[in-house]
């Protein structure tokens, strides 16, 4: 944008000489899309206007910040936007639908589109009336985003900078990079677009230039999103506009207004008024009310001015317009959820003259419009549309719109007028391919151009609004509502939503919310009050239409609604035990740590009173210490943010250990408070008393020993030393995330008690308030903000020589260069691994835990592809391995990279660590996987989609291979499960697995997943810290309650003994949505494949470890559903089925019918035959050039055959004087053209033969399987080698791989090769 001097000629033209323009780029999405947006629009706070749609199908999610224009009527002009807001006329009344939405050219493209809504009575010519919280919004609002960030679930999107105005689009070669995600890989869960948006008048002579100013100074105001989760808001008092017998006075006088004929339908609504117990973001607030409920709804956010902002979480579309296609409903009638599950849908359908009634009125209304405007008709079958709380009657509307002229009629728009004459001769390229366009008539596309508009001006004056939230007849119904409602409705149950020139897609804006100077929400609900309604009934209706709302935000404690109130509650604390612990906790809370894991104990009680009684706390209850400590791991690692463990005095401390260890080796950030008996009591042989300080010795970050409570040691003190523990658990000082350690001692009371201390009455427990009467605590009870805060470093070096290097090396097509990403954390960090690996155009090794394996981009099956000597390192000539990520656990990948003999060997690492167990790195980037892959983009290397096209066809031809041997397998296998897994878990789920062999299996043989759309982009989650198998079923149930998305864990049977009491956590009506794949093959079958298996009378028992654990039982004991599986078909149904449940956890065991020795042998055939394929594959590309003369004897039998390499100029016809003397004495001779001479040729897997190709089929191995190959071909049992120079390298090489073959070798000026590593090092140096 910034280099565009002159408007580019795709610009949109617009009526009255204004030009539209919309550059935009793809952008990859890292998580639930909605989750994004709304990150996205928080972070914005300080460009506005802000909106938000959201389809309730997820077809189309928008958020826009700032704007290129704003069409507004009536509205506050003061609003802080860089656009001009537009004044519409409403001189004529007939035309009023017209003006309160914004003129678009029919050839404008679709994707510039206007967000925003109307008054409930907007259509009405008489109104005149705007309340004063709606004053910023005016009868009507629509904003065309400066910049917007939507995602389509359909239709094309960009695939690079785009500039669009009118339907043809053109490139400009603008490279914008947006958040995190560095742009190059599209290959995320789902693809989305950032745009900016510009509005212009061609009759001003600056008038691109200043508008292209706006626009560049909107995008240098963008804010970096950080996804962290804000504690709730809060309630602090709840009022009604109209009291409940003022409301049923007014149902009354609408029953009345029935019996005298005026009126037969009215919906009468109430405003409710929630005083927030602090100021609040529109967006966060929105986010906390939407909850899990975005499934059945359309979201709806606009936000004008700040602070005040209009929120709708509605069930109801008004209409969906896209070219002739028309989409409506009718929604009416509503019953309490309960009422519906106990009676079903036939019999609640039946049940109520009143609703049926009240649906059967909006029904004949809407199909009466319908009629006017379309034909073809369609209607859908009345059902229940099932919500949270309720359920209402519905029935879907799709129609087609009737001629061009009609529509324009009966829309109230000319079609005469001059605008319309000269659209109608515009070219139109785009066509619509929603449903029923097949069925149109021969009319061209171009005479239907306008038709889109003119059908929502229809729908915007017709059923704005609807009978369903107004009544019938529309008129007297809106003049009964504006008698009897005191309040204003504004935009509440009015039409919102987008509107472009070819489609729009508006809510009726029900379920809605104004809230006003961020800190007062006005909540909006209605009933339908039709002959025979009870106005008690009506109420209670409401509310019930209001829980999503009012049930949502608590009601905030009396103590924290001011500060005073807190001041006074501080003081008011039993005893210091009692505030210490309110302090920690509320200091952690504004630090942003909420969850906690709480094992029961007695010296903790002061933490766990503290924990239960905050507001923001979320805590889980776990009897056993040790799989506490793995659960608090789980969910940390699901949420990237600590979370503390709270355990009592004791071994209960010490249980913490394993579990700690795994967090100080994944860098996952804890928080360990234990309870402590007072110091004095140690080494006195005190109950339950240890000496607790240095427990964890060097797996912990950080680590104090806090004295028992006291008026000596400053609260704000206290609050320090929390932030500290907070800033190192998390990273901020260090750049290493891991487990911190804080040891409380306590003294009686530990209830919350005031009074005689217990077991010394002579003692009180009593303290001065005026221990809190200091300057820091006054500050920090009023500010509500952490009493300190911790900046982590920005910067992000990276040796230059190194990223040089690499820049070189990926420009160079001869260049092979290797990525190595082992375990990452989260999504962001797959997409610039996997971004990384393509500017570096290198061949991507991924670890299962790195949530690349199962990615189009990666070299799939690796592990297994190097069971092949022909892929060994030292054949391959890397030039540079990059190393990313965690460890990896494939032995044979690790040996790759030891004896691959690279110059440069790079370990990319934030953390201060050296993560290099073999010792091989060169050199150690201590920076993020972000900053290295800004550094590579500064350097203007471009992605490269896709791994290099010899390793691409490799892959592909090993998974054929896996795919026919463990599909033809009889029995039910470990490599089959974890390829069925890797099949079959859904994309929008977790995968969760155990050391040992699940993780190598899974390693092994995952499916690659070839679908864009369904490729998951969250890694795995495995304990690869230390790689034990202890507390894996704990963690698995930790991450499913952070993530709180489905999750799939697969492990072992001895894994699964470790840790059976965890199968607690799973049962119960709020068990986390995990199944568990209990791979049993009786005990510990990893052991089979160690050197240890040879010694059988020590490998049973002390390492097989055989069982007869029943599962079955062990689920039944806990209460959580089981089903066995001991066939693949078995295993695949019911894993299957597992993936349909809506809630809760299931344990799958997995029997497998091969014992130890067979699963061995097993994975010893599959790498096999893995390695014969690629033998294969690579033989297929070489084709050697030879002449066989051939001298038997009449009885059959012959001399040796002599084969002849490698002539004295590179060619076997240099070799024809030495074959003549041959053929005399009577032998045979082949005379064979090595690869690169002569006529043989060798192939390639692409058009030209890449460096990877080069360097493998020219490799001495793969030349001698292809002689050999030859050899067999012939007949040639017994061969002399005759070699000239590299001829003479290869004959002793084939002598020495088969000996059997070959009588005798003659090498000439041959050197037998270097076997030093430092001999070849050197060589290749020099």
Known sequence: LSFQDVPPFCAAEQPG?????????????????????????????????????????????????????????????????????????????????????????????ERICYCGGLRFDAADPEVVRIGPDWEAFGHCYWVLPRIELSVAGSGSLPSGAKSVGSTETASTGTSIHMNHAVSGSLCGTCIGTLAVQLRWHTTQRSGWADERARALEALACLVRPVDTMSPPCMVSQTSEAVSQMDFEAGVRRALQAFEDGSLQKVVLARQVFLDLAGKVDAVALLRQVVGSVYKRHYLFLLEPVAGTAFMSLTPERLCRVHGRDIWTEAVAGTWPLAEFEKVGEAALLASSAKHNSEHALVVGYICNLLNTVSHHVKVCDTHILRLKHLVHIKQSYHALAKDKQFVCSAGGESVDSPAEVAVSQADQTTSHDNALSSSWNSSSVEEWTSVPFNITSFFCKHMSPTPAVCGLPLDPARRFISEIET???????????????????????????????????CVYAGAGIVPGSDPADEFAEINLKMRQWTESIPVAPAHLQTPAARMVALEQMPNLNSLWACLLVEELSRSGMHNFV???????????????????????????????????????????????????SGTAVANLLPGTIEAAQSQVPLLLLTADRPAELRDTGANQTIVQPGIFGPNVRWAKDLPCPSVEYPAHAL???????????SGRLSGHPGPVHLNLCFRENLAPDGGPVRGAPERTSQWEPKYLDTLPMHRWISNGLPHSSYMAASSEPCPSEVISTLVRLASDPGARVVVVVGSLRNAKEVLLAENIAMRLRAALFADITSGLRQRFGTV??????LNSPLLAAELLQVDAIVRLGGPVCSARVNTFLKTAAATMHVRVASVPLRLDPDHMVTHHVATSLEGFARHLVRRGLEPVIGPPAFWKQLSSSVGEVLDDLLSSARGLSEPFIARTVSRLLPVDCHLQISSSMPIRDLDFFAQPCTDPSAMRIHPPMANRGASGIDGVLSTAAGFCRGSEVASTLVIGDVASLHDLNALQQLSGPDAPRLTVVIMNNGGAGIFSFLPIARHKSIMNPCFDEPHATDFAAACQAFGVPYVLCETAEAFQSEYMQSQNRCAGACVIEARVETSHESNVALHKALGQAVAMRIQEEMLSRMQLGWKHQSK???????????VLLHGWLGQK????????QISKAGCDSLILDLPGHGTTEVGSFSLSLGAWESAALYSLPVVVEAITQLLVQLGMESVILVGYSLGGRVAMSLATKRPGRVLATLALSAHPGLKAVCDRAKRASD
């Open 598 to 648: 709480i094992c029961p104990g007695s010296r903790s009680t002061p933490l766990v009173v503290a924990v239960v009684q905050h507001p923001h706390a979320r805590y889980i209850v776990n009897h056993d210490e040790r799989g506490a400590a793995f659960c608090a791991l789980g969910w940390a690692k699901a949420t990237g943010a600590p979370v503390a463990v709270i355990v009592t």
């Open 719 to 729: 609050l320090s030393d929390i932030d500290l523990a907070m800033a190192q658990a």
């Open 1213 to 1220: 016809e240099d070799w024809t004087s030495v074959n003549d």
């Open 1192 to 1202: 038997l004897d009449a009885e059959g039998t012959g001399l040796p055959t002599f």
């Open 17 to 109: 000489g204004w030009r539209l323009l919309r550059i935009e780029i793809a952008v990859q999405s890292i998580g639930p899309p909605l989750h994004l947006l709304c990150n996205w629009l928080e972070a914005q706070s300080g460009l506005l206007p802000r909106c938000l749609f959201a389809g309730r199908d997820r077809s189309v999610l928008l958020a826009g910040v700032g704007a290129a224009h704003i069409h507004s009527e009536g509205g506050d002009t003061g609003c802080g936007n860089d656009a001009e807001r537009e004044q519409p006329c409403r001189q004529d009344p007939t035309s009023a639908d017209v003006a309160l939405l914004p003129q678009l050219a029919p050839t404008t493209h």
């Open 860 to 865: 799939h099956y690796i592990d297994q592809m």
């Open 487 to 521: 309040f204003d409705r504004g935009f509440y149950a009015a039409p919102c939503g987008i509107l472009s020139a070819r489609g729009s897609e508006l809510v009726v804006a029900l379920r809605s919310a104004l809230i006003r100077d961020g800190q007062r929400l």
